[in-house]
T-cell receptor, first 113, second 112 residues
């Protein structure tokens, strides 16, 4: 148990659905991240929040919309996804944004049908 | 662009064999390096990290890694693997003033 909890663990959604992924940490960390993990590809950094402000968006399509209401919670809102968006979505947190160890959640396995 | 690469996609070893997984990072100034492990069905967890100082770093579960600046490498080693080491291993680098970048991962299968 890393202290980073993601829900749901599995999600199947249609291309016209709207759903949200949730991430929660009570480690007192100031930075939170969304990563996408696809088979045989490097983990892709999607979004970075530091002190609840978004500091990086690595050219992620607008059908992915993050939200960080406070330092302990991070959401990823999904709408009109494509089948190629099927992947494992990982949330992570770290004490500070840069050059510190990241703690990961177990991920949400997303399947878009 | 700053990046981290892992050469081996899948490594298969017998128990008690020695392990070395390759990791190279691109030049980009100061970099902190990490190895993470992901056991089947579990979250990514940190094995070891290098920030500065002794280039040979020791981590959990008998793993170690050596930072070789001249080769831009940070290979992971273990003298004798066990069946329980079967997992996916990720190398990552955090460049100065930039966020962590991961390699594609190496899947290790240890046969009993």
């Amino acid at each position: 148990e890393t202290g980073v909890t993601q829900t749901p663990r599995h999600l199947v959604m249609g291309m016209t659905n709207k759903k949200s992924l949730k991430c929660e940490q009570h480690l007192g960390h100031n930075a939170m991240y969304w990563y996408k993990q696809s088979a045989k590809k490097p983990l892709e950094l999607m979004f970075v929040y530091s002190l609840e402000e978004r500091v990086e968006n690595n050219s992620v399509p607008s059908r992915f919309s993050p939200e960080c209401p406070n330092s302990s919670h991070l959401f990823l809102h999904l709408h009109t996804l494509q089948p190629e968006d099927s992947a494992l979505y990982l949330c992570a947190s770290s004490l500070y944004r840069l050059n510190t160890e990241a703690f990961f959640g177990q991920g949400t396995r997303l399947t878009v049908v | 662009a700053q990046s981290v690469s892992q050469h081996n996609h899948h490594v298969i070893l017998s128990e008690a064999a020695s392990l070395e997984l390759g990791c190279n990072y691109s030049y980009g100034g100061t970099v902190n390096l990490f190895w993470y492990v992901q056991y089947p069905g579990q979250h990514l967890q940190l094995l070891l990290k290098y920030f500065s100082g002794d280039p040979l770093v020791k981590g959990i579960k008998g793993f170690e890694a050596e930072f070789i600046k001249s080769k831009f490498s940070f290979n992971l080693r273990k003298p004798s693997v066990q069946w329980s080491d079967t997992a996916e291993y990720f190398c990552a680098g955090a460049y100065n003033n930039n966020d962590m970048r991961f390699g594609a991962g190496t899947r290790l299968t240890v046969k009993p």
